[in-house]
Antibody, heavy 120, light 107 residues
Framework: EVQLLESGGGLVQPGGSLRLSCAASGFIFRTFAMSWVRQAPGKGLEWVSVVTSNGGATFYADSVKGRCTISRDNSMKTVYLQLNSLRAEDTATYFC?????????????WGQGTLVTVSS | DIQMTQSPSSLSASVGDRVTITCRASHDISNYLAWFQQKPGKAPNSLIYAASSLESGVPSRFSGSGSGTDFTLTINSLQPQDFATYYCQQYSTYPVVTFGGGTKVEI
């Protein structure tokens, strides 16, 4: 069974930093790109970032570019999201997700999310 | 970047109604479109991929159609458990994906 377990959320002051973690199990982690998606309270889903299977390429939404770093440790089956220079508008539940597309079938798995609150 | 625009942002319906939600892409995405259902406090749950392919276990009252830039999610005979928020997602730029703004289906 695929499981994605996020951790690291919490209350942080504006301008502060936080590192989110997502521990994966139930699939061959090193072969899949891993993403983060966030959802502000009462708002829609926003894709944040993705790292390719070997960590060789990363992509970011414009809203976090320059303030956010995604990385992964395939030996630990964990993906990370480092959030810096946090703003009130970064307050959201951050979901770890695995989206897989091979040109035909499309698959997705999600964690349950971790809440980040940016407030003084 | 590809933008996804959903409409309406919310709708009111009754049990047994037929509901249609539309999603428009800013560029041609072929059929690389998925639909998700999300209930409060939960992670999204996928319903449809490749614009019209039903995920395993999803009731047949859900259907999707479209290609290129215009897509539709239809729910036939709305059930109480279908009251939720629905999102489209394009994956033509995989691994980068984009979500629509969501449609809340209310009683």
């Amino acid at each position: 069974e695929v499981q994605l377990l996020e951790s690291g959320g919490g209350l942080v002051q504006p301008g502060g930093s936080l590192r989110l973690s997502c521990a994966a199990s139930g699939f061959i982690f090193r072969t899949f790109a891993m993403s983060w998606v966030r959802q502000a309270p009462g708002k829609g889903l926003e894709w944040v970032s993705v790292v390719t299977s070997n960590g060789g390429a990363t992509f970011y939404a414009d809203s976090v570019k320059g303030r956010c770093t995604i990385s992964r440790d395939n030996s630990m089956k964990t993906v990370y999201l480092q959030l810096n220079s946090l703003r009130a508008e970064d307050t959201a539940t951050y979901f770890c997700a695995m989206f897989y597309f091979d040109g035909g079938a499309y698959t997705d798995f999600w964690g349950q999310g971790t809440l980040v609150t940016v407030s003084s | 970047d590809i933008q996804m625009t959903q409409s309406p942002s919310s709708l009111s319906a009754s049990v047994g109604d037929r509901v249609t939600i539309t999603c428009r892409a800013s560029h041609d995405i072929s059929n690389y479109l998925a639909w998700f259902q999300q209930k409060p406090g939960k992670a999204p749950n996928s319903l449809i991929y490749a614009a019209s392919s039903l995920e395993s276990g999803v009731p047949s009252r859900f259907s999707g159609s479209g290609s290129g830039t215009d897509f539709t999610l239809t729910i036939n005979s709305l059930q109480p458990q279908d009251f939720a928020t629905y999102y489209c997602q394009q994956y033509s730029t995989y691994p980068v994906v984009t979500f629509g703004g969501g449609t809340k289906v209310e009683i």
